[in-house]
């Protein structure tokens, strides 16, 4: 069975750009969160959703949005980048909210 | 938010030595999680144990969610166990929260 697949694997953009990062979900999980994480850190919460409602928002600027289709994938924006936006971008699923969670291999961004 | 500490924050290790990383967390949970970090940033799944004890060949993992923390075992390392070690916890607010991790160098 395929795991939880993102795309691209890596993204080099510039400051003031737009990009926006996919996320497959395990097949009958309906829940998919974003995190992201720093060089040296821990991973941060970004998103969560559940039947293609926000569920949970973390700590981060309105430069960031998400959205989950019918078929329950995801994607996630982030718009006006910054040099600080640099990071992986980590999508998890899971069968509901606060059920065992699996990550894809994420998404390297760089922004120049 | 719940705080998670994870400790030690770094592990030096021979071979076949045996550790134990341990992650302290400030409230209740229903959810937590072992993750280890391969080169590449893939979070692989190694226990979910909110409570009770679990093995999974080298690795077991207690959590003693009175207490709020939980123990990660590598017994009889391998130099394929390098990598970062990360405990996250979840409660009623479905996100994960995660510690700073545990950076483990097994050397031959």
């Known amino acids: 069975d395929a795991g939880v697949t993102q795309s691209p694997t890596h993204l080099i953009k510039t400051r003031g750009q737009h990009v926006t990062l996919r996320c497959s979900p395990i097949s009958g999980h309906k829940s998919v969160s974003w995190y992201q994480q720093v060089l040296g850190q821990g991973p941060q919460f970004i998103f969560q959703y559940y039947e293609k409602e926000e569920r949970g928002r973390g700590n981060f600027p309105d430069r960031f949005s998400a959205r989950q289709f019918p078929n329950y994938s995801s994607e996630l924006n982030v718009n006006a980048l910054l040099l600080g936006d640099s990071a992986l971008y980590l999508c998890?699923?899971?069968?509901?909210?606060?059920?065992?969670?699996?990550f894809g291999q994420g998404t390297r961004l760089t922004v120049v | 938010g719940i705080q998670v500490e994870q400790s030690p924050p770094d592990l030096i290790l021979q071979e076949g030595a045996n550790s134990t990383l341990r992650c302290n967390f400030s409230?209740?949970?229903?959810?937590l999680q072992w993750f280890h970090q391969n080169p590449w940033g893939q979070l692989i799944n190694l226990f979910y144990?909110?409570?009770g004890t679990k093995q999974n060949g080298r690795l077991s993992a207690t959590t003693v969610a009175t207490e709020r923390y939980s123990l990660l075992y590598i017994s009889s390392s391998q130099t394929t166990d390098s990598g970062v070690y990360f405990c996250?916890?979840?409660?009623?607010?479905?996100?994960?929260?995660f510690g700073a991790g545990t950076t483990v160098t097994v050397r031959a």
């Open positions: 409230d209740s949970v229903n959810n």
């Open positions: 144990i909110p409570s």
């Open positions: 998890a699923s899971s069968v509901g909210t606060g059920s065992e969670a699996f």
């Open positions: 996250a916890v979840g409660s009623n607010d479905y996100k994960l929260s």
